[in-house]
Every structure is written in structure tokens, then in C-alpha cells.
T-cell receptor, first 107, second 113 residues
Framework: RKEVEQDPGPFNVPEGATVAFNCTYS??????FFWYRQDCRKEPKLLMS???SGNEDGRFTAQLNRASQYISLLIRDSKLSDSATYLC????????FGAGTRLTVKP | DVKVTQSSRYLVKRTGEKVFLECVQD?????MFWYRQDPGLGLRLIYF???????EKGDIPEGYSVSREKKERFSLILESASTNQTSMYLC????????????FGDGTRLSIL
């Protein structure tokens, strides 16, 4: 079993749609959680950290369920510029990356 | 803003060559990392370092070595390049504190012919 698992997609959605990505992790001792965004042929960039109580940043909402070892990212009112690969990242002693979920937002 | 700089965006080398990939960060971060990223496999950790002259193996260290002589610089070395080392290589750094995210360089797309 992979340490961090994500649905690879691709997710193809129209502009304005709401889309949700899920991620599960295997090590229950993991301490920190993040979502990164990676554009084609670019480096990953931090989108947001994920806190136990859940957190929101504009159109983006992240949730953490420690009991189920599950992280989610919700994007509301999708924009064309949201098209990218979204990486779920879990940290214990070092960072463990999911393989990413690819999102394409279409006009 | 954190700046992580990798020496080359694109690099083409031949099988058997010794290849050096350089990474410099300007935020006085203790931790530095080298990953490779391949389609469908995500980022895989090659080596990391928590301090000067300190290094730890990641998940796929075979065929690689690293050097951290100064805090700001972390070098990845392919001792004898092989075609299966063709990949995107990403360097990252982070502060020592455990809950801090990593910041990545632009990446080096390395092709071994």
C-alpha cells in the first residue's frame, strides 16, 4: 500500500463547478498535512496547509479526518486557472507526496 | 519569499558521465531534499539533509550521492549516469520545525542519452 494515495483523475469540470479531491494516508502518526499545486512542467507550490479543525482560503477548503486518515480539498466556483495537478502531502519525519490528481477546468 | 535555485532547467548528458545537480536556498533553512518525479510515480525522495555535512538516504538512493558542505547548498551527484535516471529532479528546503512546508526549486529536467 502506498503511503499517500490519491485518485489520479483526470477530473474535467466546467467553469464554476465545485470539485473535491480525496487523499488517504497510511501512517497514523503523521503530523502535518498540506496540499500543493503543480502546473505542467513546473515545480510544486504550496497551496495550503491542512489543520485538524479544517480551514478555508477563499474558494479552497481543506479538511482532515485523523480517525479515517483522510484529507480532502474542495474547490468552489472553479476557474480556468485552477487547471493543474494537486498533490496531497503528509509529513512525519519527512514529506510524503501523493502522485497527484489532475484537474482540467473547461470553459 | 523563499528562493530555491537549481543550477539548470534542462540538462542532457551521456551514459556513464558523472553529473552534478546544484541547489541553493537563501532562507537559512536547515533541511534540504532531493526528489525525482516521474509520470505516475509522483515525487520520490532520493536523499535529504538536516544539517551541514549530514545526509540521510531517502527511498531511492541507489546510483546517487549528495554533498552538503555549506548550509545553503545541497548537491546531487549521479556517479555514473544511466538512462533510467532520465527524470525531473526537484530540490526543496524547509526550516527545522516539523510543521513547516517545503519550498521547491524550479526543477531540472535531466536526459541521459
Amino acid at each position: 500500500r502506498k503511503e499517500v494515495e490519491q485518485d489520479p483523475g483526470p477530473f474535467n469540470v466546467p467553469e464554476g463547478a465545485t470539485v473535491a479531491f480525496n487523499c488517504t494516508y497510511s501512517n497514523s502518526a503523521s503530523q502535518s498535512f498540506f496540499w500543493y499545486r503543480q502546473d505542467c512542467r513546473k515545480e510544486p507550490k504550496l497551496l495550503m496547509s491542512v489543520y485538524s479543525s479544517g480551514n478555508e482560503d477563499g474558494r479552497f477548503t481543506a479538511q482532515l479526518n485523523r480517525a479515517s486518515q483522510y484529507i480532502s480539498l474542495l474547490i468552489r466556483d472553479s476557474k480556468l486557472s485552477d487547471s493543474a495537478t494537486y498533490l496531497c502531502v503528509v509529513r512525519l519525519n519527512d514529506m510524503r507526496f501523493g502522485a497527484g490528481t489532475r484537474l482540467t477546468v473547461k470553459p | 519569499d523563499v528562493k530555491v535555485t537549481q543550477s539548470s532547467r534542462y540538462l542532457v548528458k551521456r551514459t556513464g558521465e558523472k553529473v552534478f545537480l546544484e541547489c541553493v536556498q537563501d532562507m537559512d533553512h536547515e533541511n534540504m531534499f532531493w526528489y525525482r518525479q516521474d509520470p505516475g510515480l509522483g515525487l520520490r525522495l532520493i536523499y535529504f539533509s538536516y544539517d551541514v555535512k549530514m545526509k540521510e538516504k531517502g527511498d531511492i538512493p541507489e546510483g546517487y550521492s549528495v554533498s552538503r558542505e555549506k548550509k545553503e547548498r545541497f548537491s546531487l551527484i549521479l556517479e555514473s549516469a544511466s538512462t533510467n535516471q532520465t527524470s525531473m529532479y526537484l530540490c526543496a528546503s524547509s526550516p527545522y520545525q516539523g510543521n513547516q512546508p517545503q519550498h521547491f526549486g524550479d526543477g531540472t529536467r535531466l536526459s541521459i542519452l
